[in-house]
Structure formats: structure tokens, C-alpha cells
């Protein structure tokens, strides 16, 4: 089954840039997925298809694949901004999703 | 606009049977390329995926607990249903259903929390 490795923990300081990562083989050869989780909600979809927002997801939110890690990143950070964040691809020779194991962004 | 929502026990004993309810609207499950996902997480733990139904009633299954699971739907009462058999304290989670948009979960429910205690 295909492995999605994420840090547990990043942490930034308001204003400056977060990155999170998510490694896997050959990862950019896939679609990816980033889906934000706040304390007690339910998850939202924050970057789909690699780079691309859904409606309602602020500019500051981007994401890049390539190679073997995919990256979200969320430029001038907000406290607002810390959740837990999640990747996610089709894992092709299983033929179903994959997650991440999460990582949890703190803002300072 | 897309809503969807969970039901079911909010308390099983182990060995018992669960059975999950997703009550949909905004979509059709007739629709190409749409499907429901749905997905659990354990208390402080990751989101794991369990299962999907396409809307040609393709399925596909969490291969660790694909012995232990049935997703179906009734595309006219817009209703997704996922059972787990031999429920076990492990299991304890948070149960969220998932609209599907190919392999993009873009929609979620509220999730509805279960617990495994006898």
C-alpha cells in the first residue's frame, strides 16, 4: 500500500510562511490532496489536484508535487490558520484513497 | 449546495454489528465520477479511509478492514449506508461520510462518534 509521510508537527510565528510537507514515492506523478482540520470540526478541502483552491480557501493557501514530496504552503500565517493538515492521493495499484498522517501546524 | 450527514449508534458493544447512515443532499449519485466516501478518526489520531461507492456502485475498500465492511446506496432516498461487523473498543471514532469527486473528498459531513464498550 502507497505511504504518505507527514511531519507531526510544524510550528511558525504569525505573518511569516508555513510549509508542510508530504513525502511518498514518486509522488508527483500523482494528484494530491490537502484538507485542513481545526480542533473539533470536520475536515475541509484546502488544495486539490496538486495546486488548485476551492472556493472560499484564501490565496495565502498554495501547494506544489514534484518528485518524491508535495508541499502546502500558507504564506503571511494567521492564528486562525492553525489546524491539523492532511494529504492524501489514490493510491493506483491498491485502487483506493491514502492519507497522510497529518500535521499538526501551530501558530505561536 | 452539497450537505451531507451522519447517523447511527452513538454506542455499540463489541462483536455487534455497526451500521452508519449518510444522509445527502445538493448531489445525485447518478451523476458520472461521483461517489461517497467515508472515513474515521480514532480520539487524537489521523483520518483513515474505509470506504467508497461510485455512483455505477463500483466499491472499493480500506484493504486492512475489508473483511469487516459493506457499503451500499439507495440513489433514490439519496442514502449511503457502511456496516462493520465484530466492532471492537479499537474502533471507538469518529465516523465521517465524504461527497467523492473522483478521488477528491470535497464535501464533508459533520461526523458522528461511536463508541465500542460493552
Known amino acids: 500500500s502507497y505511504v504518505l509521510t507527514q511531519p507531526p508537527s510544524v510550528s511558525v510565528a504569525p505573518g511569516q510562511t508555513a510549509t508542510i510537507t508530504c513525502g511518498g514515492e514518486n509522488i508527483g506523478s500523482k494528484s494530491l490532496h490537502w484538507y485542513q482540520q481545526k480542533p473539533g470540526q470536520a475536515p475541509v478541502l484546502a488544495v486539490y489536484d496538486n495546486s488548485a483552491r476551492p472556493s472560499g480557501i484564501p490565496e495565502r493557501f498554495s501547494g506544489s508535487n514534484s518528485g518524491n514530496t508535495a508541499t502546502l504552503t500558507i504564506k503571511r500565517v494567521e492564528a486562525g490558520d492553525g489546524a491539523d493538515y492532511y494529504c492524501q492521493v489514490w493510491d493506483s495499484s491498491g485502487d483506493h484513497p491514502v492519507f497522510g498522517g497529518g500535521t499538526k501546524l501551530t501558530v505561536l | 449546495q452539497i450537505t451531507l450527514k451522519e447517523s447511527g449508534p452513538t454506542l455499540v458493544k463489541p462483536t455487534q454489528t455497526l451500521t452508519l447512515t449518510c444522509t445527502f443532499s445538493g448531489f445525485s449519485l447518478r451523476n458520472t465520477a461521483v461517489g461517497v466516501s467515508w472515513i474515521r478518526q480514532s480520539p487524537g489520531k489521523a483520518l483513515e479511509w474505509l470506504a467508497l461507492?461510485?455512483?455505477?456502485?463500483?466499491?472499493r475498500y480500506s484493504p486492512s478492514l475489508k473483511s469487516r465492511l459493506t457499503i451500499t446506496k439507495d440513489t433514490s432516498k439519496n442514502k449511503v449506508v457502511l456496516t462493520m461487523t465484530n466492532m471492537d473498543p479499537v474502533d471507538t471514532a469518529t465516523y465521517y461520510c465524504?461527497?467523492?469527486?473522483?478521488?477528491?473528498?470535497?464535501?464533508w459531513g459533520q461526523g458522528t462518534t461511536v463508541t465500542v464498550s460493552s
Open positions: 465524504a461527497h467523492t469527486s473522483l478521488t477528491i473528498m470535497d464535501v
Open positions: 461507492i461510485f455512483w455505477d456502485d463500483d466499491k
